[in-house]
Nanobody, 116 residues
C-alpha cells in the first residue's frame, strides 16, 4: 500500500529556512514523479513543486521560485523540499503527492508556520 509520510515542519521566523521530508513506501519510488502541495486556511490547495522520477527536471510555482528547491534521494525513497527566505505567506500545511496509474496519493501533511 502506498504510504507518504511528511516531516520537518515547524515554526520559523521570516527569512528563515526549513527542510521538509517525505518518506515514501509501497511503490517503486524511483519510477515516479513526486510533488509538494500546500494549503492554507481559506485558500485553495496550491502546487508548490514537482520533480521527475530521476530528478532531472523540476518545476516550481512562481511564488516560491528562487527560494524553494525540490530534490530527491531515490536510494532513501525520500523527496525533500528545501525552503529558504521564508515569508509569512508560506504558512500552510505542506503535503507530499504521488500520481500513479492516474490515482493521486497524499501524505498527512506537515504544518509550516512563518511568524515573528
Amino acid at each position: 500500500q502506498v504510504q507518504l509520510v511528511e516531516s520537518g515542519g515547524g515554526l520559523v521566523q521570516p527569512g528563515g529556512s526549513l527542510r521538509l521530508s517525505c518518506a515514501a513506501s509501497g511503490f517503486t519510488f524511483s519510477m515516479y514523479a513526486m510533488s509538494w502541495y500546500r494549503q492554507a486556511p481559506g485558500k485553495e490547495r496550491e502546487l508548490v513543486a514537482t520533480i521527475t522520477s530521476a530528478g532531472g527536471s523540476r518545476n516550481y510555482a512562481d511564488s516560491v521560485k528562487g527560494r524553494f528547491t525540490i530534490f530527491r534521494d531515490n536510494a532513501k525513497n525520500t523527496v525533500y523540499l528545501q525552503m529558504n527566505s521564508l515569508k509569512p505567506e508560506d504558512t500552510a500545511v505542506y503535503v507530499c503527492n504521488l500520481v500513479k496509474l492516474g490515482v493521486a496519493y497524499w501524505g498527512q501533511g506537515t504544518q509550516v508556520t512563518v511568524s515573528s
